[in-house]
């Protein structure tokens, strides 16, 4: 139930800063349309637009869940010394070497 209600806000978010974008560019075609000089945005716009971020903001973080700490000492702690170094990625079983007799 939680995890629906947070993909809620995340949607609910995109939803108010598509609104104040679209409401900045009607405003700046208003402003054109009655020949004034562009200063700033309406706060009202503003506004909508920092309450979208927050409610953005904080339905992707609920979303996301558990973040891993950014320090890489909590995450090497429990790795031996020995296997420190070990990179399965590079391992190659396929190569020339294969063609020489055993033992």
Request: net charge positive.
């Amino acid at each position: 139930m939680g995890f629906c209600t947070d993909k809620w806000f995340v949607f609910l978010g995109f939803i108010a800063l598509a609104h104040a974008g679209y409401s900045a560019a009607q405003y700046r075609a208003y402003l054109r349309l009655i020949e004034q000089e562009f200063v700033s945005l309406p706060t009202d716009i503003l506004l909508q637009c920092l309450v979208g971020l927050v409610i953005t903001c904080y339905g992707i973080v609920k979303v996301v869940g558990d973040f891993k700490e950014i320090k890489a000492v909590a995450e090497l702690q429990q790795r031996t010394w020995e296997t420190l170094s070990n990179r399965p990625s590079f391992y190659s079983f396929n190569h020339r070497g294969k063609i020489f007799p055993q033992g």
